[in-house]
């Protein structure tokens, strides 16, 4: 990728996030998959606030801490499982080919999982429905951030993630808002929730119109293999996602601050459900129920835009790891300062740092996988990366629901979650000196050989290749 040489900017000259902005709208095909993370994050959030309305509030349903476990894991561990593998394909066809193709099939899923909840079907097949519908989803996600080094300067990275991953989670929240609130239109019946699921086919029908317009090969992959090497890469998948993260610190430390939030998220998750449903209710502003959850997710939503502007102002100031560092120890401080009173201002509060936590972190994993992973083996990175989102969530959540109250007020768990960010503080550290004396310069190399790696074109669109020779510590190291 063509990076300019020489050091980089003092941080005082980093440009405002408006014009931050410009400059990155000016890259060819990056407005494209913006719009495409957009579309189909907010149609997500449709999905899953429809169908989690539907298991989780229904009157005739009831909904106890292990129930919720095992709708989670019956939703996300699967997907969790195949999507290393996956994410070899990701890394052998034409990335833009796959988002029109797993749009158009996300958006026939996702009708097919509103026909079974119309017919009035509930269990296996509502879950099987949800699985494949969200497989496909984060199959898409994965692809758009492998994509993403081939659209943007590599000096832009954090910027671009902050961007585009932030004002995706954003666009789910709306999505999820729109769910909430056709429900409160329509009603609460089974048919009211399916035709509020169809709704979700929106954004797959966008995500198509879009991705179809991008030039074919301007996503990458560099190189693509033979359908029989493909067939090996998918066989191996898991452990190629896993060497590649291996041999890049920055990306193993990043794993593990990803690891120690999810597994908190998780426990606080099942908490505030819980208290949502059984425990609260409602005071002045704040509600109580599904409508409470509403607000949370909006006090979330609020934490991602502020991660947004703040992230890229900080990793340039103190690094990625100095970020984390600073996020996990945020993280714990709010749990026991504003989680512990169980109060519904306090969770919202103490959800939208969470939100701000748990999207700077992200942000700081994403920029480490597209800087110190080559091209080559990026999508089974970040398809490996959702694994560890979604294993640790469902663990955290499984594991609380076997030590939650059923009205959620525990102290413990709260608690718990905070040690938990501590902890992840910890191994962070160690994954990060651990690497240091493994590489005493402090350089980082691909992980796997690219095409771009060992030639100096670039691509169609702007670069096809991030990696980066500087420590990923330096706050002068290109983390805006």
């Given at each position: 990728?063509?990076v300019?040489?020489g050091?980089?900017?003092?941080?005082?000259r980093?440009?405002?996030?408006?014009g931050?902005?410009r400059?990155?709208?000016?890259?060819?095909?990056?407005?494209?998959?913006?719009?495409?993370?957009?579309?189909?994050q907010?149609g997500?959030?449709v999905?899953?606030?429809a169908?989690?309305?539907?298991?989780l509030?229904s009157?005739?349903?009831?909904?106890?801490p292990?129930?919720?476990?095992?709708g989670?894991?019956?939703v996300l561990?699967?997907y969790?499982i195949v999507?290393?593998?996956?994410?070899?394909?990701?890394?052998?066809?034409?990335?833009?080919r796959?988002l029109?193709?797993?749009g158009?099939?996300?958006?026939?899923?996702?009708?097919?999982?509103?026909?079974?909840v119309?017919a009035g079907?509930s269990?296996?097949?509502l879950?099987?429905?949800?699985?494949?519908t969200?497989?496909?989803?984060?199959?898409?996600?994965?692809g758009?951030?492998?994509?993403?080094?081939?659209?943007v300067?590599d000096?832009?990275?954090?910027?671009?993630n902050?961007?585009?991953?932030?004002?995706?989670?954003?666009?789910?929240?709306?999505?999820?808002?729109?769910?909430i609130?056709?429900r409160?239109?329509?009603?609460?019946?089974?048919?009211?929730?399916?035709?509020?699921?169809?709704?979700?086919?929106?954004g797959s029908?966008?995500i198509?119109?879009?991705?179809?317009?991008?030039?074919?090969?301007?996503?990458?992959?560099?190189?693509?293999?033979?359908?029989?090497q493909?067939?090996?890469?998918?066989a191996?998948?898991?452990?190629?996602?896993?060497?590649a993260?291996?041999?890049?610190?920055?990306v193993?430390?990043?794993?593990?601050?990803?690891?120690?939030?999810?597994?908190?998220?998780?426990?606080?998750?099942?908490?505030?459900?819980?208290?949502?449903?059984y425990?609260?209710?409602?005071?002045?502003?704040?509600?109580?129920?599904?409508?409470?959850?509403?607000?949370v997710?909006?006090?979330?939503a609020a934490?991602?835009?502020?991660?947004?502007?703040?992230?890229?102002?900080?990793?340039?100031?103190v690094?990625?790891?100095g970020?984390?560092?600073i996020?996990?120890?945020?993280?714990?401080?709010?749990?026991?300062g504003l989680g512990?009173?169980?109060?519904?201002?306090?969770i919202l509060?103490?959800?939208?740092?969470?939100g701000l936590?748990?999207q700077?972190?992200?942000?700081?994993?994403?920029?480490?996988v597209?800087?110190?992973?080559g091209d080559?083996?990026r999508?089974?990175?970040?398809?490996?990366?959702d694994?560890?989102?979604?294993?640790?969530?469902?663990?955290?959540?499984?594991?609380?629901?076997?030590?939650a109250?059923?009205?959620?007020?525990?102290?413990?768990?709260?608690?718990?979650?905070?040690?938990?960010?501590?902890?992840?503080?910890?191994?962070?550290?160690?994954?990060?000196?651990?690497?240091?004396?493994?590489?005493?310069?402090?350089?980082?190399?691909?992980?796997?050989?690219?095409?771009?790696a060992?030639?100096t074109a670039?691509?169609?669109?702007?670069?096809?290749?991030?990696?980066?020779?500087?420590?990923?510590?330096e706050?002068?190291?290109?983390d805006?």
């Amino acid at each position: 990728m063509p990076v300019a040489p020489g050091p980089t900017a003092p941080a005082s000259r980093a440009p405002r996030p408006a014009g931050r902005l410009r400059e990155l709208l000016t890259h060819p095909g990056f407005g494209k998959l913006l719009t495409v993370r957009l579309a189909s994050q907010w149609g997500d959030g449709v999905f899953q606030a429809a169908l989690g309305g539907l298991v989780l509030f229904s009157p005739e349903r009831e909904a106890d801490p292990v129930m919720v476990a095992l709708g989670l894991a019956t939703v996300l561990l699967p997907y969790s499982i195949v999507g290393p593998f996956a994410g070899a394909l990701l890394d052998r066809w034409d990335r833009k080919r796959v988002l029109v193709v797993a749009g158009a099939l996300r958006g026939v899923l996702t009708l097919l999982t509103a026909l079974v909840v119309l017919a009035g079907f509930s269990g296996p097949p509502l879950y099987l429905g949800a699985l494949a519908t969200i497989g496909v989803s984060r199959f898409i996600q994965a692809g758009l951030s492998a994509a993403l080094p081939h659209v943007v300067a590599d000096e832009h990275l954090v910027g671009a993630n902050s961007l585009v991953t932030t004002s995706g989670a954003v666009a789910a929240a709306i999505g999820a808002g729109c769910a909430i609130g056709l429900r409160g239109l329509l009603g609460p019946q089974d048919t009211d929730a399916a035709w509020t699921t169809m709704l979700a086919a929106v954004g797959s029908v966008l995500i198509v119109a879009v991705a179809a317009t991008i030039a074919r090969g301007s996503l990458g992959p560099d190189e693509r293999r033979e359908a029989a090497q493909a067939l090996r890469a998918v066989a191996s998948g898991l452990a190629d996602g896993a060497r590649a993260a291996r041999d890049a610190p920055g990306v193993v430390a990043a794993f593990c601050a990803v690891a120690a939030h999810r597994l908190a998220f998780g426990v606080t998750t099942l908490v505030v459900l819980l208290l949502m449903r059984y425990a609260l209710a409602d005071v002045g502003p704040f509600k109580a129920g599904i409508a409470g959850l509403g607000e949370v997710v909006v006090a979330v939503a609020a934490g991602l835009g502020v991660a947004a502007v703040l992230t890229p102002w900080l990793t340039a100031r103190v690094g990625r790891p100095g970020t984390v560092r600073i996020m996990l120890v945020l993280a714990a401080a709010a749990l026991l300062g504003l989680g512990l009173p169980m109060t519904l201002p306090t969770i919202l509060a103490g959800s939208f740092v969470l939100g701000l936590v748990g999207q700077a972190i992200k942000l700081c994993s994403d920029a480490a996988v597209q800087r110190e992973v080559g091209d080559g083996v990026r999508g089974r990175v970040f398809s490996l990366s959702d694994t560890t989102f979604n294993v640790t969530y469902v663990a955290a959540v499984a594991g609380a629901a076997f030590l939650a109250p059923p009205d959620g007020r525990s102290p413990l768990l709260l608690a718990l979650a905070a040690g938990l960010y501590l902890f992840g503080l910890v191994i962070h550290e160690w994954a990060l000196r651990t690497g240091t004396q493994e590489r005493p310069h402090g350089g980082t190399q691909p992980a796997a050989p690219s095409a771009t790696a060992a030639s100096t074109a670039p691509s169609a669109s702007v670069s096809t290749s991030s990696t980066s020779q500087r420590a990923d510590g330096e706050p002068g190291s290109d983390d805006r």
